[in-house]
Every structure is written in C-alpha cells, then in structure tokens.
Nanobody, 124 residues
Framework: QVQLVESGGGLVQAGGSLRLSCAAS????????MGWFRQAPGKEREFIGS????????RHADSVKDRFIISRDNYKTTVYLQLNSLKPEDTAVYYC?????????????????WGQGTQVTVSS
C-alpha cells in the first residue's frame, strides 16, 4: 500500500505559478500510474493530468493544457504538477492519486490511493 502526501499549495496572484509535489512512500512507486485531480467547493473532482509508470506518456485535461505540466521522478518517488498562468478558476484542493489497474487514467474511480490534498487559491 502506498501513502501519498501533497505539498506546495498556497495563495498566489492570477498569472503566477506554483509547483505541487506529491511524495509517495510504502510501495513500489514504479508500479503506479500517477494522476492529479482537483476539487473546487460544490463541484465534482476533476481530472488534471496523468503520467505513465516510466514517465514516457503524459496526458492533460483540455482545461489546463499548455498551462499545467505533470512530471515524475521515480528515484525520488515523487510526482509533480507545475501550474503556470494561474487563474482564479484554478482555485481548488489539488489531489494526487495512484493506480495499478488498467483503465482510463482520467476516471476518479480507477485510482486506488489518494493523498489528502493541498489547497491552491488564486486571487484576482
């Protein structure tokens, strides 16, 4: 079983940048496809991006494409989310997740493990 701990969230002005980190422990990090999701108050959890086990394939949601970039370092057992050109509508709790099963990496239900989340607030 893997434990996931997110960090790097905070308050930033519109147009600014943040780098979120998600440190994994307790499992073999290389076995997991990793994903980032976010959830704003009153909204469903939304897919942001996913990255394959070896980092060779990345996928991003259309809503954040060209602004957010997912990456991973298997030696550091950490997955990252670079957030650029932030907008007030990006305000949400950001979660990382890990999955071992096949299936759509954009689907919340396909992930086995979740972190507790980190708050990102973008002021206008």
């Amino acid at each position: 079983q893997v434990q996931l701990v997110e960090s790097g969230g905070g308050l930033v002005q519109a147009g600014g940048s943040l780098r979120l980190s998600c440190a994994a422990s307790g499992g073999s990090f290389r076995w997991y496809v990793m994903g980032w999701f976010r959830q704003a108050p009153g909204k469903e959890r939304e897919f942001i991006g996913s990255i394959s086990k070896d980092g060779g394939y990345r996928r991003h949601a259309d809503s954040v494409k060209d602004r957010f970039i997912i990456s991973r370092d298997n030696y550091k057992t950490t997955v990252y989310l670079q957030l650029n050109s932030l907008k007030p509508e990006d305000t949400a709790v950001y979660y990382c997740a890990a999955k071992t099963s096949i299936g759509d990496s954009a689907a919340v239900g396909n992930y086995d493990y979740w972190g507790q989340g980190t708050q990102v607030t973008v002021s206008s």
